[in-house]
């Protein structure tokens, strides 16, 4: 900003200098504005010309002090001019390069491709879940939005795989197609299960047969925001009391209550444990809804005598402190890393 005001004062200086150079001649020889304008460019252009009319001393005098004077000055407003364009394409570079480096370091991290109403919402949801995300967004109004929030991003097509891999895809947790269409998309899918055989991708669709193809594409998920909605707002109606509970407990704001996942590693000491012998009731004053076992079974309002085991699913709800406490006992590991990336 300091910069952007000094070229703006360097050519409203430079204006007034002509001005003040043609009204210059004007008082001291006479001439009439084309010709005083005239002389007064040439001079300060220093183009060797000759005058345009005999002068007198005066003329003269008024002259050198002309030359001396904006030829100095132009050289000045140059130099700005120059440092202002040079040192702002330095702040891009750098500036680029501090974001590559912060993109480099992550790890575990969720990688949003679009940031349109969709992708937005996404990104917002996951910043206020603490998580890390890099956007990868072509848009130029969208990419300002974004350096706004300060957010990381990568401005390009996210179906280029330089950009996926640069945004770290064989390290991330999962990928979000979230772009405008159905087509790109899908093609997005292809190239990003290419890349990373393993990676969980979930995607947008606008209809059902863009599911199908979805599916077929590689993605993890495949979810329509309209259906969504739509049964969202069926639900409201049919079992209002039940929403409100769900709102409560997905709510962005800083509610006390909320509902997690937490996956139990190896290295957890509740791993083998039955939910009696846990203590998870009692030490974080937490309520299980279901366990998700490794093999895809969903086990609701389990039993006492249910067993925690490596590879399962714990879905709790409770205050947000003891659910972080909670996964710090169940998967260590993701503390660890988590405590690394800070």
């Not at 300002?144 to 990568?154: G, H, R, S, T, V």
């Amino acid at each position: 900003m300091h910069h952007e005001k000094q070229v703006v004062i360097s050519i409203a200086s430079a204006v007034l200098l002509i001005l003040t150079g043609t009204l210059g001649y004007m008082l001291l020889e006479g001439w009439d504005p084309v010709d005083a304008l005239y002389m007064t460019v040439i001079t300060l252009a220093t183009v060797g010309y000759r005058e345009i009319h005999p002068m007198s001393r005066m003329g003269q005098i008024y002259t050198m002090v002309l030359i001396v004077v904006g030829v100095g000055f132009f050289l000045y407003v140059a130099g700005t001019v120059i440092q202002f364009m040079v040192e702002g394409r330095i702040r891009i570079l750098l500036g680029r390069r501090k974001l590559d480096r912060k993109i480099a370091r992550l790890k575990n991290h969720y990688i949003v491709c679009g940031f349109g109403r969709i992708g937005s919402v996404i990104c917002q949801r996951l910043h206020h879940e603490g998580a890390s995300l890099v956007v990868i967004e072509k848009n130029g109004k969208r990419i300002e939005q974004l350096e706004q929030q300060e957010k990381l991003y990568i401005n390009g097509d996210a179906s280029d795989e330089a950009n996926l891999l640069q945004a770290g895809i064989k390290r991330a947790k999962a990928l979000i197609a979230a772009l405008g269409t159905d087509t790109d998309n899908v093609f997005l899918v292809l190239t990003a299960r290419q890349l990373a055989p393993k990676m969980k991708i979930i995607a947008r669709a606008s209809n059902e047969k863009a599911k199908s193809k979805l599916l077929a594409a590689g993605a993890s998920m495949v979810e329509s925001p309209y259906e969504m909605g739509a049964a969202t707002m069926a639900q409201r109606v049919i079992r209002p009391t039940v929403t409100s509970f769900f709102d409560l407990a997905f709510a962005q704001s800083n509610a006390d209550i909320q509902m997690e996942e937490i996956p139990v590693t190896v290295e957890s000491r509740l791993n083998g444990l039955i939910l009696k012998e846990s203590g998870i009731r009692q030490d974080f004053n937490l309520i299980i809804i279901a366990i998700k076992q490794a093999d895809g079974r969903m086990l609701f309002n389990p039993s006492f005598e249910a067993k925690i085991s490596a590879g399962d699913t714990v879905i709790a709800v409770g205050e947000r402190s003891n659910l972080k406490r909670l996964e710090a006992v169940l998967n260590p590991k993701a503390q660890d890393d988590a405590q690394d990336q800070a």
